[in-house]
């Protein structure tokens, strides 16, 4: 299907969000229910923004358990891991898993894979497209920007249909190629001098975090940095762009494609003959091993590392250094495998099924969060008495209660097999 559409179906094929590539069977795809539940789980984390639990943690600053609540719902300010971290790479991971299947459902139905290459284009060029719509929402003019999760996903999605199904070996190569050319760009690049006054060029005083080699993946001063410091100027702008506050660059879509590929191959191994456990124990291994990788090449002791730390690589999520791309692998995979172990093998799937409902609309649910979940908690503060969201706990309240708003329609979607799908 060539367009952006709403489709009604009583048998849903899982394709997801954003999906689809050769020479896969032409058998029609199983259901894989875990996938589903992986897919609604980080959605929910995504829309949820913590469940106003930081908010709730500044009321308890002595309390160690909260303060290590706030850290994993927050972003790290450069180098090291958080749970909220995961985020992001999770999905553009769940992005490659999903493929095969929904190649393999598009071949079942006779597309030609010409048919359905053109529909790829179609899809990054949507993606590309909504999440500058959303990030613009609100704004006085159109907001240029790509280092969201649904542009970078589409700027690097077209390229995943030609590693589609080519085979682990030379999907791997691909991979690493990437991630070590990125590598490279980065280490090659030119340090600034001693001289340099970082505050004329507008850069706040935190661009030097690391110290030494490392210092190449420095906040800001970066190759990354200095491409768009070009390449967002292109577009009209109320100013000129100088930096991204938080380091996010666009050529981040670079090593993630990195992160799609190793979806792919996680998507084609759990499309095999292989027994169950035999693709649980492969997804164990793989992600042991993907963060023993990480650890290695960045050479930190996270998330409190001293800045003057040896270092090949830093894994920072926010310019996502080819040790993240790794690194971060390691966390989907093993998250991965508790859903396939819990759901698919265990067959404990009732509890799941909440996030299972967001899965299968899971794209109408990322759109309905940034454009109508201001206007449910404003609309809750309307009917209800404002005293239920102040205190200690009323952030926690107002954001369960407006994702729980957003999950009826979904749910209802779901009731009416009603899916959105690009």
């Known amino acids: 299907m060539d367009k952006l559409s709403v489709r009604q179906s009583m048998n849903p094929h899982n394709e997801g969000i954003f999906m689809d ?14 996938l589903d539940a992986y897919r609604g789980f980080v959605m929910l984390a995504m829309v949820s923004g913590g469940l106003g639990l930081i ?35 999770s999905f553009m991971f769940i992005v ?45 003019q159109t907001n240029f920007t790509f280092e969201d999760v649904a542009t970078q996903i589409g700027l690097g999605y077209a390229f995943l249909f030609l590693v589609l199904g080519r085979g682990w070996k030379i999907q791997l190569g691909v991979a690493l190629t990437i991630l070590l050319g990125y590598w490279a760009l980065f280490a090659a690049w030119p340090l600034p001098g001693a001289e340099f006054d970082a505050a004329k060029h507008g850069i706040p005083d935190d661009w030097n975090k690391f110290t030494g080699f490392a210092a190449h993946w ?20 109320q100013s ?14 670079v090593p993630s494609i990195g992160t799609m590929i190793f979806g792919i191959m996680t998507g084609e191994w759990l499309r095999s003959s292989r027994s169950l456990w035999s693709k649980l124990g492969g997804l164990l291994a793989a992600g042991l091993i993907c963060l023993l990788i990480g650890f290695a090449v960045d050479g930190y002791i996270w998330p409190n590392a001293p800045e003057t730390t040896w270092s090949v690589a830093p894994i920072v999520k926010r310019i996502w250094t080819p040790s993240w791309a790794i690194f971060s692998t390691g966390w989907t ?3 991965l495998s508790f859903f396939v172990f819990v759901i698919d093998i265990a067959k404990f799937r009732a509890w799941s099924f909440p996030l299972f409902v967001v899965g299968m609309n899971s ?33 926690l309240i107002e954001t369960t209660m407006a994702i729980s708003v957003l999950w009826l329609v979904v749910f209802y979607m779901y ?8």
């Open 21 to 34: 590539q050769p020479t896969l069977p032409k058998a029609a795809p199983e259901r894989l229910v875990s």
């Open 55 to 89: 908010e709730v943690a500044e009321h308890f600053p002595d309390n160690k358990i909260w303060q290590i609540v706030r850290y994993q719902l927050e972003h790290v300010e450069w180098t090291g891991c958080a749970a909220w971290d995961l985020i992001q790479p």
């Open 96 to 140: 490659g898993v999903a493929m095969p299947f929904s190649y393999a459902s598009r071949v079942a139905r006779g597309d030609s894979k010409g048919s359905i290459f053109f529909h790829v284009i179609w899809r990054a060029f949507i993606l590309i497209a909504l999440g500058i719509f959303l990030r613009s929402n609100g704004k006085p």
């Open 218 to 237: 420095n906040k800001y001063l970066n190759p990354a940095g200095y491409f768009d410091q070009w390449f967002l100027n292109l577009f009209p702008r």
């Open 240 to 253: 000129p762009f100088v930096i991204n506050a938080g380091g996010y660059q666009t050529l981040n879509f």
């Open 333 to 335: 995979l093993l998250t």
């Open 363 to 395: 794209l109408a649910m990322y759109v309905m969060s940034w454009i109508f979940k201001p206007w449910v908690k404003q609309t809750l503060h309307t009917h209800l008495p404002n005293t239920l969201f102040e205190g200690t706990y009323g952030s």
């Open 415 to 422: 009731r009416k097999q009603v899916f959105v799908r690009i």
